[in-house]
């Protein structure tokens, strides 16, 4: 069970991160690399922000329910 929590909990961690990535391409305020398609584009931000969402839940379900 302990190696299933983990595993879970680094790819929820994963996911937050390529969700605030996204939100910050998709606002603008991570312009990088520079000629990505994603930047200044409102989609990509209602799209971090549901993976960001999606890994939370995965860390909280990791955490509580696998014990």
Do not use: C, D, K
């Amino acid at each position: 069970m302990t190696f299933v929590r983990l595993a879970l909990t680094v790819i929820g961690v994963l996911m937050v991160v390529t969700g605030l990535i996204w939100i910050g391409q998709g606002s603008g305020a991570f312009p990088y690399p520079a000629s990505s398609f994603m930047i200044n584009q409102t989609p990509w931000i209602i799209r971090g922000a549901g993976v960001a969402i999606v890994g939370l839940a995965v860390i909280w379900g990791a955490r509580r329910f696998l014990r």
